[in-house]
Nanobody, 125 residues
Framework: QVQLVESGGGLVQAGGSLRLSCAAS????????TGWFRQVPGKEREFVAA????????VYADSVKGRFTISRDNAKDTVYLQMNSLKREDTAVYYC??????????????????WGQGTQVTVSS
């Protein structure tokens, strides 16, 4: 059973930075794409960024493009989300997810097979 564990969330002032990590364990010996999503109470979980197994393909939501960077270290089974120039509207619980079915990047929640428990990011003004 694959397990994903997010870390790195916290409280930061607007304009600041945070780096989230998503560590995978128990995975089958095959490649997987990884996505980051976020959710605020009362709203649907929304796509933030995704990266292919090779790292050669990345996709970002328009709302974070130019501010967030997704990357991965397959030797450590870890995917990162570097978040710069944070805004109050970035406040949410951030989740990482793994897709073992495709070689291309996907952006919708049903496409992902495994999810982490989430990490809270709070941006204050």
């Amino acid at each position: 059973q694959v397990q994903l564990v997010e870390s790195g969330g916290g409280l930061v002032q607007a304009g600041g930075s945070l780096r989230l990590s998503c560590a995978a364990s128990g995975r089958p010996s095959r490649s997987y794409g990884t996505g980051w999503f976020r959710q605020v109470p009362g709203k649907e979980r929304e796509f933030v960024a995704a990266i292919s197994w090779s790292g050669g393909s990345t996709v970002y939501a328009d709302s974070v493009k130019g501010r967030f960077t997704i990357s991965r270290d397959n030797a450590k089974d870890t995917v990162y989300l570097q978040m710069n120039s944070l805004k109050r509207e970035d406040t949410a619980v951030y989740y990482c997810a793994a897709d073992y079915r495709r070689f291309w990047v996907v952006t919708t929640t049903p496409d992902y097979d495994y999810w982490g428990q989430g990490t809270q990011v709070t941006v204050s003004s």
